[in-house]
């Protein structure tokens, strides 16, 4: 068994960072410089509080800048920053793969804090500011499937979660984690009376040793810069090996469990959605099939399918956590 | 009268087509998505299920409002369905599957909601065959029985869609109430209600011409 994460000290320099990341770093860099020029010409009140980035995002972007490289980068073409942050589920902000986009563009991260409970030595609630503060970030290029059948390369930027339980102390009978995203109609309009399709808050669950696997991760960014809201900007996860559903957007808050905690999309379909939702080509979704992917960029004339592999690609690092289970039937 | 009546299909025409012709800017302009294929395919069947609600409104919109003008769109929006599905189904084979025979094949064979939609379009095939005038009237009674695959078609094509939904259910069951409307007002016509000279059940209508 070989754990990708023991070779963190010794990278050869070609695989530090893949060109094309490299590249959209100094693309970004150049947006910045336009995004303060026309900030600075413009004078309205909304230019002015993005002038002076909160506490929070300051401290995100300083952080951002010395963002350690994925150690083991995998070797697949990224998919293109814009087509990250415009083809998302995010029903908080609509149903339409481009409803988060569209609707988040006055979403508001602040105020912002993580509530901490259930088996753990003693609640606590973490202001943003705070629950980043300890972390060094690290990028990590993972293959994102969704159990829709289409899948992206992403470069996430974040921190292990495993850093982050144990900030939070649980105690001896924490078997299982549960997340929650915010609920708020004003911050997710989709959430509003009338226009909810599914029940909130969106609730997510990892068994511990799943949270606590290196390459479960707590993301705070994308492509080198501050996660954006249809991405579920502050906070969100990162389970690489599960279909996208699993990594939950917009976390508020974590609770450690003696039980496995419900999750939405097992309580609206079960039999369509498990609590493991492990990527797996031989279980198929009932109505279609898992058996491949679209992985995007694709176009008209080519939709670029490619075949699932067994936990996205990442059995060897991950199968031994379900070894002797039944997938068929724990799907 | 028949000035209002091509007024009608000229409106028709134009209208039905406006959605095409939107999906073929968009696609000039490069602005399909990040997943464009499915953006059509998606697109075209929503556009095709929506001229087949219409065209089954046009005989309660007749029995409602009392107008036989409105039978002169039944046809053209038919058929502008009938032509969004066809190539709804083409750009599903075309560019959805890229093609591979492989993933077509798996698809129309494993997939519930394939098989509806495809048995949908097939039925479909006969009423657009006899759709013109002259063998409509070779036809007769015929003619009405064949057309009332419709209602067949109709329920095939909802849950066709509402299956292949994820969990987008607003517009599946806004489409499922309007059908079942459309269907209520044909049954109370078909009961007697609504009766005038204007309005007397479509098969009686039919059979005189």
């Given at each position: 068994?070989?754990?990708?994460?023991?070779?963190?000290?010794?990278?050869?320099?070609?695989?530090?960072?893949?060109?094309?990341?490299?590249?959209?770093?100094?693309?970004?860099?150049?947006?910045?410089?336009?995004?303060?020029a026309m900030l600075a010409l413009t004078g309205s009140a909304a230019s002015a509080q993005a002038q002076s980035p909160s506490?929070?995002?300051?401290?995100?972007?300083?952080?951002?800048?010395?963002?350690?490289?994925?150690?083991?980068?995998?070797?697949?073409?990224?998919?293109?920053?814009?087509?990250?942050?415009?083809?998302?589920?995010?029903?908080?902000?609509?149903?339409?793969?481009?409803?988060?986009?569209?609707?988040?563009?006055?979403?508001?991260?602040?105020?912002?804090?993580?509530?901490?409970?259930?088996?753990?030595?003693?609640?606590?609630?973490?202001?943003?500011?705070?629950?980043?503060?300890?972390?060094?970030?690290?990028?990590?290029?993972?293959?994102?499937?969704?159990?829709?059948?289409?899948?992206?390369?992403?470069?996430?930027?974040?921190?292990?979660?495993?850093?982050?339980?144990?900030?939070?102390?649980?105690?001896?009978?924490?078997?299982?984690?549960?997340?929650?995203?915010?609920?708020?109609?004003?911050?997710?309009?989709?959430?509003?009376?009338?226009?909810?399709?599914?029940?909130?808050?969106?609730?997510?669950?990892?068994?511990?040793?799943?949270?606590?696997?290196?390459?479960?991760?707590?993301?705070?960014?994308?492509?080198?810069?501050?996660?954006?809201?249809?991405?579920?900007?502050?906070?969100?996860?990162?389970?690489?090996?599960?279909?996208?559903?699993?990594?939950?957007?917009?976390?508020?808050?974590?609770?450690?469990?003696?039980?496995?905690?419900?999750?939405?999309?097992?309580?609206?379909?079960?039999?369509?959605?498990?609590?493991?939702?492990?990527?797996?080509?031989?279980?198929?979704?009932?109505?279609?099939?898992?058996?491949?992917?679209?992985?995007?960029?694709?176009?008209?004339?080519?939709?670029?399918?490619?075949?699932?592999?067994?936990?996205?690609?990442?059995?060897?690092?991950?199968?031994?956590?379900?070894?002797?289970?039944?997938?068929?039937?724990?799907? | 009268?028949?000035?209002?009546?091509?007024?009608?299909?000229?409106?028709?025409?134009?209208?039905?087509?406006?959605?095409?012709?939107?999906?073929?800017?968009?696609?000039?302009?490069?602005?399909?998505?990040?997943?464009?294929?499915?953006?059509?395919?998606?697109?075209?069947?929503?556009?095709?299920?929506?001229?087949?609600?219409?065209?089954?409104?046009?005989?309660?919109?007749?029995?409602?409002?009392?107008?036989?003008?409105?039978?002169?769109?039944?046809?053209?929006?038919?058929?502008?369905?009938?032509?969004?599905?066809?190539?709804?189904?083409?750009?599903?084979?075309?560019?959805?599957?890229?093609?591979?025979?492989?993933?077509?094949?798996?698809?129309?064979?494993?997939?519930?909601?394939?098989?509806?939609?495809?048995?949908?379009?097939?039925?479909?095939?006969?009423?657009?065959?006899?759709?013109?005038?002259?063998?409509?009237?070779?036809?007769?009674?015929?003619?009405?029985?064949?057309?009332?695959?419709?209602?067949?078609?109709?329920?095939?094509?909802?849950?066709?869609?509402?299956?292949?939904?994820?969990?987008?259910?607003?517009?599946?069951?806004?489409?499922?109430?309007?059908?079942?409307?459309?269907?209520?007002?044909?049954?109370?016509?078909?009961?007697?209600?609504?009766?005038?000279?204007?309005?007397?059940?479509?098969?009686?209508?039919?059979?005189?011409?």
């Amino acid at each position: 068994m070989q754990i990708k994460i023991a070779r963190l000290s010794d990278p050869k320099p070609s695989e530090i960072t893949p060109e094309s990341t490299y590249w959209n770093r100094r693309q970004w860099l150049s947006g910045l410089g336009y995004t303060g020029a026309m900030l600075a010409l413009t004078g309205s009140a909304a230019s002015a509080q993005a002038q002076s980035p909160s506490p929070w995002e300051q401290l995100l972007q300083q952080k951002l800048a010395s963002t350690a490289p994925d150690p083991d980068p995998i070797d697949e073409t990224l998919t293109p920053y814009e087509d990250v942050i415009r083809y998302n589920n995010f029903y908080e902000f609509g149903t339409g793969k481009g409803d988060p986009v569209a609707n988040s563009k006055r979403f508001k991260v602040e105020p912002w804090s993580v509530r901490i409970d259930g088996a753990v030595q003693k609640p606590f609630t973490l202001q943003l500011e705070d629950l980043i503060k300890p972390h060094a970030l690290q990028e990590r290029i993972y293959r994102f499937r969704c159990v829709e059948a289409w899948s992206m390369v992403v470069p996430w930027v974040g921190f292990p979660l495993a850093e982050l339980i144990s900030r939070c102390e649980p105690t001896a009978s924490a078997k299982y984690l549960r997340f929650e995203t915010l609920v708020d109609p004003q911050r997710f309009p989709a959430q509003g009376f009338g226009r909810s399709t599914i029940p909130w808050p969106y609730v997510e669950g990892l068994r511990m040793d799943e949270a606590q696997h290196p390459l479960s991760l707590m993301v705070v960014g994308v492509y080198g810069k501050v996660l954006p809201a249809q991405n579920g900007a502050p906070l969100r996860l990162m389970v690489p090996w599960k279909y996208g559903f699993k990594s939950i957007k917009s976390i508020v808050r974590i609770s450690f469990l003696e039980q496995q905690p419900p999750t939405t999309w097992e309580r609206l379909a079960s039999q369509e959605y498990g609590f493991y939702a492990n990527v797996n080509p031989e279980v198929d979704h009932p109505r279609w099939s898992q058996k491949r992917e679209r992985r995007l960029p694709n176009s008209l004339f080519d939709p670029n399918w490619i075949p699932t592999r067994k936990f996205n690609g990442y059995e060897n690092e991950v199968a031994h956590l379900y070894a002797g289970m039944n997938l068929r039937k724990l799907y | 009268m028949p000035g209002r009546q091509n007024l009608l299909r000229a409106v028709v025409h134009s209208l039905a087509a406006c959605p095409l012709a939107s999906l073929l800017w968009e696609m000039s302009q490069n602005q399909l998505g990040s997943d464009p294929a499915t953006y059509l395919v998606h697109q075209l069947g929503f556009w095709g299920l929506v001229l087949l609600w219409c065209s089954l409104a046009m005989t309660p919109l007749r029995i409602l409002l009392r107008q036989p003008l409105w039978m002169g769109a039944r046809r053209p929006l038919g058929l502008w369905s009938f032509f969004y599905i066809t190539l709804h189904l083409t750009a599903f084979i075309l560019a959805w599957c890229g093609l591979d025979f492989a993933i077509v094949s798996e698809e129309i064979t494993e997939r519930p909601y394939v098989i509806l939609g495809l048995m949908s379009w097939l039925l479909m095939m006969p009423l657009a065959a006899t759709s013109t005038h002259s063998i409509r009237r070779r036809m007769g009674a015929r003619w009405v029985r064949l057309h009332r695959l419709v209602y067949l078609i109709a329920v095939l094509a909802f849950f066709h869609f509402a299956l292949a939904a994820k969990l987008e259910y607003v517009k599946p069951i806004a489409f499922g109430i309007v059908l079942i409307f459309l269907f209520f007002i044909r049954i109370k016509a078909r009961q007697g209600r609504f009766t005038s000279i204007k309005c007397a059940p479509l098969s009686l209508r039919r059979s005189k011409s």
